[in-house]
T-cell receptor, first 112, second 117 residues
Framework: GQNIDQPTEMTATEGAIVQINCTYQTSGFNGLFWYQQHAGEAPTFLSYNVLDGLEEKGRFSSFLSRSKGYSYLLLKELQMKDSASYLCAVRDPGGSQGNLIFGKGTKLSVKP | GAGVSQSPSNKVTEKGKDVELRCDPISGHTALYWYRQSLGQGLEFLIYFQGNSAPDKSGLPSDRFSAERTGGSVSTLTIQRTQQEDSAVYLC???????????????FGQGTRLTVV
C-alpha cells in the first residue's frame, strides 16, 4: 500500500521559520517532491529529493531520509505570500517512470 | 504548447449527464496524470499514462469514470451519469521521461472545475 502523512494545518509568524514534515510508506521510491498550491490555483513545483540530505533553494530547503521514510520542507524568513498549501508527493516506480502520489497537503497560514 | 492546457475551465452539468474533460500536455511529455481535488482537500489520484504502457487505472473511483490518451498526447477524462459527489476540480499534469533518479517533476494545468447540479 501507499500512505503519505502530513499535518493538516500549521500557523506561523511573518519573518519566522517553519518546518513541514512528511512521512511516507510506499511500495517503492524514486524521488520525493514538494509542491506549493495557493487557493484556487494549480500546484507548482518547489523541490525534489532522491538522495538523503538537504537540498537548499533560496528561502526553501527540503530534507530527505530514505531509511526513515521522512522528509521536511523548511521555509525561512516567512512572507505573507507563503500562505498556501504545501503538498508532499512520492514517485513510486512502476514501469519506466512511476506514478506520483500526493499527501493531503499542509495548509500554512502566515500571520503578521 | 508552453504549459499543460485543460478545457473547459469550468463546467456545470445536470446530474445524470455525461461530461468530457480535456487535457493537452506539454509537448514531448510521455507521462500524463489525472487527479481530483475536492474543496479544501488533497489531490486524489485517478489515472496515470506512461508512454505506450497500459495505464494505471487504480485510482478511478467507479466504472463511470474512464480516460483515454490518443496518440500519446491529448487525454480525455469521461464521467458518465454524473453525480453530485463528482463535483470537484479535475487537475491534469504531465512530466517528461528521464533516467532513473533524475528529477521528473509534474507540471499541472489550471484544472477544470466541475459542478454537478
Amino acid at each position: 500500500g501507499q500512505n503519505i502523512d502530513q499535518p493538516t494545518e500549521m500557523t506561523a509568524t511573518e519573518g519566522a521559520i517553519v518546518q513541514i514534515n512528511c512521512t511516507y510508506q510506499t511500495s517503492g521510491f524514486n524521488g520525493l517532491f514538494w509542491y506549493q498550491q495557493h487557493a484556487g490555483e494549480a500546484p507548482t513545483f518547489l523541490s525534489y529529493n532522491v538522495l538523503d540530505g538537504l537540498e537548499e533553494k533560496g528561502r526553501f530547503s527540503s530534507f530527505l531520509s530514505r531509511s526513515k521514510g521522512y522528509s521536511y520542507l523548511l521555509l525561512k524568513e516567512l512572507q505573507m505570500k507563503d500562505s498556501a498549501s504545501y503538498l508532499c508527493a512520492v514517485r513510486d516506480p512502476g514501469g519506466s517512470q512511476g506514478n506520483l502520489i500526493f499527501g493531503k497537503g499542509t495548509k500554512l497560514s502566515v500571520k503578521p | 504548447g508552453a504549459g499543460v492546457s485543460q478545457s473547459p475551465s469550468n463546467k456545470v452539468t445536470e446530474k445524470g449527464k455525461d461530461v468530457e474533460l480535456r487535457c493537452d500536455p506539454i509537448s514531448g511529455h510521455t507521462a500524463l496524470y489525472w487527479y481530483r481535488q475536492s474543496l479544501g482537500q488533497g489531490l486524489e489520484f485517478l489515472i496515470y499514462f506512461q508512454g505506450n504502457s497500459a495505464p494505471d487505472k487504480s485510482g478511478l473511483p467507479s466504472d463511470r469514470f474512464s480516460a483515454e490518451r490518443t496518440g500519446g498526447s491529448v487525454s480525455t477524462l469521461t464521467i458518465q451519469r454524473t453525480q453530485q459527489e463528482d463535483s470537484a476540480v479535475y487537475l491534469c499534469a504531465s512530466s517528461t521521461r528521464r533516467g532513473r533518479g533524475l528529477r521528473t517533476e509534474a507540471f499541472f494545468g489550471q484544472g477544470t472545475r466541475l459542478t454537478v447540479v
